[in-house]
Nanobody
Framework: QVQLVESGGGLVQAGGSLRLSCAAS????????MAWYRQAPGKQRELVAA???????NYADSVKGRFTISRDNAKNTAYLQMNSLKPEDTAVYYC????????????WGQGTQVTVSS
């Protein structure tokens, strides 16, 4: 399985920007999709953005036009550039990697806190 380490979270004022990184290590072959999820207090974990190995991208409606997901396959790293942040973006952000190993296998990072103050 893949080990994922997120970084880049923090406290920012509304309207500000942050860039999250997710570095993958370990058994990293056959990673198909890398994604960012988030979970706010009292809410379910939700998909923020996902990018496939072929470069197809999907965003949650709430972040379209503000967030950009990217992936550096040579570095086994995914990024989430977050601009125009809003207080409602406050959550723990988790990196996810999906591998095709006979069946789909999901790995998760430990999460990084993003807090947006109004």
């Amino acid at each position: 399985q893949v080990q994922l380490v997120e970084s880049g979270g923090g406290l920012v004022q509304a309207g500000g920007s942050l860039r999250l990184s997710c570095a993958a290590s370990g058994i990293i072959f056959r990673i198909t999709t890398m994604a960012w999820y988030r979970q706010a207090p009292g809410k379910q974990r939700e998909l923020v953005a996902a990018i496939t190995s072929g470069g197809s991208i999907n965003y949650a409606d709430s972040v379209k036009g503000r967030f950009t997901i990217s992936r550096d396959n040579a570095k086994n790293t995914a990024y989430l550039q977050m601009n125009s942040l809003k207080p409602e973006d406050t959550a723990v952000y988790y990196c996810n990697a999906r591998q095709l190993l006979g069946s789909n296998v999901d790995s998760w990072g430990q999460g990084t806190q993003v807090t947006v103050s109004s």
